[in-house]
């Protein structure tokens, strides 16, 4: 049983969220709102590898959820607080693990020559959700960056926008078998 003092704080009541360094913040912080798209994010790539049936897959997806929970952790917490060095940050070769996974699904996926329209199965449909949760995550932080100077989260950004590509075909491909 959860305690419902533990989840129940009451500390948002006045609008103020805490970071995870424990700053607090106004909600409408922009670093809230990527947090959330990044939860959202998750949340539907969880919803997507559910309703999946090919186990690689829904091990794929399982280990791009775990790289958001790093790019989150990244967000929610300011690089000059000590706090962030002990985090468990994305790494490049994350990067490029997904980059050669969309590059072995290329190979696998005839693409189409004009706009798809999402829907040919439930399964490439909740892909193609995750894929535009995906992009607004992604402009999110590149407001982050842009307006708070968070340089730090460049490659996170970067994974996000290899992220969407590589739900577009994971999508096709599902609707291709």
């Known amino acids: 049983m959860i305690d419902f003092e533990r989840v129940t704080t009451r500390g948002g009541d006045r609008g103020e969220s805490t970071l995870f360094n424990g700053e607090r913040r106004p909600k ?69 693990l997904l980059e050669e996974r969309q590059q072995q699904l290329m190979r696998l996926v005839k693409l189409p020559s004009q706009f798809i329209t999402p829907g040919e199965s439930v399964v490439s449909a909740h892909c193609d959700v995750a894929r535009s949760v995906c992009r607004r995550a992604e402009r999110t932080l590149v407001m982050c960056i842009r307006t708070h100077g968070l340089t730090q989260l460049a490659l996170g950004q970067n994974y996000l926008n290899r992220l969407s590509d590589y739900l577009f075909v994971l999508a096709r491909h599902i609707e291709q078998q």
């Open 28 to 96: 409408s912080d922009l670093l809230f709102a990527a947090l959330g798209d990044l939860d959202e994010l998750n949340s539907v790539l969880g919803l997507a590898r559910a309703v999946m049936r090919n186990s690689d897959r829904k091990r794929e997806l399982h280990d791009c959820q775990q790289v958001l929970f790093k790019i989150g952790a990244q967000v929610a917490t300011p690089e000059h607080d000590p706090v962030y060095r002990r985090l468990k940050l994305i790494e490049q070769s994350d990067l490029e």
